[in-house]
């Protein structure tokens, strides 16, 4: 190890010692891509710009706008809804800041309302738009983070507020009374990130934004909306879903780009050991490898440490041993990335690393401070971990220490992946594939933002899906990013948010158009028969005292709050979703690199007690997920293939929880949980097929697992092609022989309570999906399976076993049967 230099290191330089780490027969870089440097293409400032907002940008050293920044400034200027679709670091921000704050300066009644996904970004925004320092613009942010005492000036008096959907959602349009002054002059609404309103929550959102159109109508405004969307597949038509309104795309990015080095990264096999073990006594399985674990959960130690029974080794001194040859395993990805963290620093690099989950974002920062404090005391201070749960002053204060270069490297969640202006970044480290093409490169396009060269490095994960993706570098490098899909007319999102429309103003017969036409008719009529609303003269009138209950993001509930037994401090939040995973009775939870033992889990008050502990163990929680069919709503009989529509029960439930040695994985021991069940009750979508009929197409008993898997990933995947969902939005489940089928069977359901209509659109066109998904299989060039047919970047077994050749075999018999014509 070596002290850090006076002058950092360049990407090219850095990537030629991070190379150095492997050996010549054995480099763990398998790809180096060349992203080549652009020159940008300037545009005078637009005529109507006022002279106080260009003097402001050009004190901040904004001399001219590129050219898409002016075009999409105008289009906003003219009154067109635009959306502005262009790669990280090409200041989309300006494009919206233009127009936006020269309406505030020609027109002192006017009104800008910025909507951005986290609460970091609008913090982000709201110290750039201060640092112009125009007069009587007054930004603030409007979130959960803004004290009571403040929300109310922030009402009367802030001309630009920064807030999010959620806020909006839940404050600002349940209470628009108090917001008619502010909404009577709104001029522009700002969407940044808008491709991250996607799915479910994106439907959600959608009505959100035609609910605040329909509010500020009521108080006589029509503003103009300004999207900011990351480089995706049709961004006019995902952002006219958005917002229900014509939007024009501008997607030439003419901005300057310094040029990017990606190297894609295979950790290193370790050296093959062998254990001495009595020659008859230890059976082959008590001895492997250890897993990985699920993403929020990653042990410190995974896949270099061995399991061993203890018990099964205690023989009498008089047994032969002999040598077992371990099976070879790769170094874990995150003892890798904090390694290249490590080595980034010391090299001088400023170096951001992005990591799946929020317990790795945590042991990727404690492994790299303490290998820096070993190198040169203190500088393990130089480096912190960021993630969601923090308290807002913890989150504010790493954000400033990372501008200011305080800080030199930063393991986070993908909390950081948007806009937030990270200048100074020289490297980004991305501590496997993060699901989908375009978070990777919003991840890559952190550094770099100077203008200067970067290093982007994606680090494998050691699964089928990094690894295939670590020596298939086509699959990542020269293929367009997906589109965001989401669907407004979905009747499991439009009913809910027609509740929440009527509780804040009655429904007329012209808002139905606003949010659907028929499909909100429909929905409206439903409701009405359902009681939850109640028809008068007037329109339709939310029928209960309180507020419908409608989560966006579907969370499953308040945060459970994090909080030290002895000294009553709140450490931070865990969000319900995770909290049986990671704050049940025992478990270690990582806060900002100091461990603590959780005493109690009290899920009625959301509250986990815990204390300071830095124990020598892990602990990994166990669950068990089950799906068992409720009722079945439609079926399809076809001889030995059956297709059914119905209501299912998926069950999860942390049943234990497992602590394990800190360096040697060894299980101390296993301990059981006593938690609830967890029920999602939704509509699944399922075919089943005779054991006979699979064998008749030549797929064996053995074969069944991987065959029925590998059709279960692929209708996933090609399901958004046909129902207009999110991959994210749906689950899957395939077994070889289900007890409530009695037969072979795959299971695709709604990911969301209740169902969300994909299932319901699965089912209505299933020749056509599963012929698509039939064909994407047989199409693809790939041997054995790839993430573009048979792989998924969510499966939980880790995309094993799969069995792409006797896929198309099970897809084949499923389809003649459904078509005899075929």
């Not at 896949?303 to 099964?312: F, G, I, K, Q, T």
């Not at 807002?392 to 204060?397: C, K, L, M």
């Not at 076993?801 to 099970?810: E, H, Q, R, S, T």
């Given at each position: 190890m070596q002290c850090v230099t006076s002058t950092a290191f360049g990407p090219a330089e850095l990537l030629h010692r991070l190379r150095a780490r492997g050996t010549a027969e054995a480099s763990p870089i398998t790809h180096v891509e060349r992203v080549p440097p652009r020159s940008g293409r300037q545009a005078p400032w637009p005529t109507w710009t006022d002279p106080s907002v260009r003097d402001a940008f050009a004190a901040a050293g904004i001399l001219a706008p590129w050219e898409h920044q002016a075009s999409a400034a105008t289009l906003a200027w003219e009154g067109k809804h635009v959306v502005l679709a262009t790669g990280t670091a090409s200041g989309k921000s300006l494009a919206y800041q233009l127009p936006a704050l020269s309406a505030l300066a020609t027109d002192p009644k006017a009104t800008v309302l910025y909507l951005s996904p986290t609460k970091a970004l609008a913090a982000d925004q709201l110290r750039a738009v201060a640092r112009l320092g125009l007069d009587g613009v007054r930004p603030a942010t409007f979130d959960g983070d803004t004290p009571r005492e403040e929300r109310e000036w922030v009402r009367q008096h802030a001309r630009f507020v920064l807030t999010n959907p959620d806020m909006l959602h839940h404050s600002l349009l349940p209470g628009h009374a108090r917001w008619g002054v502010f909404l009577r002059r709104l001029s522009y609404v700002v969407i940044d990130e808008c491709h991250t309103y996607r799915g479910v929550f994106g439907s959600h959102v959608a009505h959100v934004l035609r609910r605040?159109?329909?509010?500020?109508?009521?108080?006589?405004?029509?503003?103009?909306?300004?999207?900011?969307?990351?480089?995706?597949?049709?961004?006019?038509?995902a952002a006219s879903r958005l917002t229900g309104l014509p939007v024009t795309e501008v997607t030439e990015d003419t901005?300057?780009?310094?040029?990017?080095?990606?190297?894609?990264?295979?950790?290193?096999?370790?050296?093959?050991?062998t254990l001495s073990v009595p020659a008859q006594s230890v059976p082959a399985q008590s001895v492997s490898p250890v897993s990985s674990g699920s993403d929020d959960?990653?042990?410190?130690?995974?896949?270099?440490?061995?399991?061993?029974?203890?018990?099964?080794?205690?023989?009498?001194?008089?047994?032969?041993?002999?040598d077992v040859e371990l099976p070879p395993i790769r170094r874990s990805a995150l003892r890798e990335t904090a390694d290249l963290l490590t080595d980034a620093i010391v090299a001088g690099t400023r170096t951001l690393a992005f990591i799946r989950s929020r317990r790795g974002a945590e042991v990727v920062a404690s492994m790299t401070r303490r290998a820096l404090d070993e190198a040169v005391p203190g500088l393990g201070e130089r480096v912190a971990a960021y993630r969601a749960g923090y308290l807002?002053?913890?989150?504010?204060?790493i954000e400033r220490a990372l501008l200011s270069g305080e800080l030199l490297g930063l393991a986070s969640t993908n909390a950081l992946e948007l806009g937030v202006d990270l200048v100074g970044l020289d490297a980004v480290l991305i501590c496997g594939y993060p699901g989908t093409r375009a978070s990777l490169w919003q991840q890559a396009g952190r550094a770099g933002r100077a203008g200067?060269?970067?290093?982007?490095?994606l680090i494998a994960r050691d699964d089928p899906l990094d690894t295939y993706l670590v020596h298939h570098p086509e699959a990542v490098f020269g293929r367009p990013v997906e589109a965001t899909v989401l669907d407004p007319a979905n009747p499991y999102v439009l009913g809910p948010q027609l509740c929440c429309a009527a509780s804040e103003a009655p429904i007329t017969e012209s808002d139905l158009e606003l949010f659907g036409g028929p499909a909100a008719a429909a929905a409206v009529q439903a409701l009405v028969e359902e009681g939850a609303l109640r028809r008068r003269p007037s329109g339709f009138y939310w029928t209960h005292r309180g507020r419908p209950d409608v989560d966006l993001r579907g969370t499953g509930g308040a945060p459970v709050s994090v909080v030290e037994s002895s000294t009553g401090r709140l450490l931070g939040t865990v969000d319900q979703g995770s909290s049986h995973a990671m704050l049940h009775t025992g478990a270690v939870h990582l806060h900002q690199g100091v461990s603590y033992i959780v005493d109690e889990l009290d899920l009625d008050d959301a509250i986990a007690l815990v204390h300071q502990e830095e124990p020598d163990w892990s602990t990994h929680a166990r669950d068990v997920t089950n799906l068992s069919v409720v009722n079945v709503r439609s079926y399809v009989d076809a001889g030995p293939v059956g297709l059914f529509l119905g209501e299912v029960d998926v069950t999860n439930q942390v049943v234990s929880y497992q602590r394990r040695r800190i360096g040697t994985g060894e299980v101390i021991d296993t301990r059981p949980l006593d938690l609830p069940v967890r029920e999602l009750r939704t509509v699944a979508v399922w075919f089943t097929i005779s054991p006979e009929a699979l064998v008749r197409a030549g797929v064996e008993p053995s074969d069944f697992p991987g065959a029925l898997h590998a059709a279960e990933h692929a209708g996933i995947g090609l399901l958004p092609l046909i129902a207009t969902c999110d991959r994210w939005?749906?689950?899957?489940?395939?077994?070889?022989?289900?007890?409530?089928?009695?037969?072979?069977?795959?299971?695709?359901y709604d990911g969301h309570p209740g169902g969300a209509g994909f299932a319901e659109r699965a089912y209505a066109v299933a020749s056509e999906w599963l012929q698509a998904t039939r064909e994407a299989i047989a199409a693809c060039v790939c041997e054995a399976g790839c993430p573009a047919c048979v792989q998924s970047p969510k499966c939980g077994n880790g995309n094993?076993?799969?069995?792409?050749?006797?896929?198309?075999?099970?897809?084949?018999?499923?389809?003649?049967?459904?078509?005899?014509?075929?």
């Open positions: 605040l159109r329909r509010a500020a109508a009521r108080y006589g405004s029509a503003p103009t909306f300004v999207l900011a969307s990351a480089t995706s597949g049709d961004p006019a038509g901005s300057p780009r310094g040029g990017v080095t990606f190297a894609l990264w295979e950790p290193p096999l370790l050296p093959q050991s959960s990653p042990d410190p130690a995974d896949a270099e440490s061995l399991l061993v029974d203890a018990e099964s080794l205690s023989v009498d001194a008089e047994s032969l041993f002999v807002r002053e913890d989150r504010r204060a200067g060269e970067a290093l982007a490095v939005d749906i689950g899957g489940l395939s077994t070889a022989g289900h007890a409530d089928t009695e037969a072979p069977t795959v299971f695709v094993n076993p799969l069995d792409k050749d006797a896929a198309v075999k099970v897809l084949d018999t499923v389809l003649v049967a459904l078509n005899p014509h075929l």
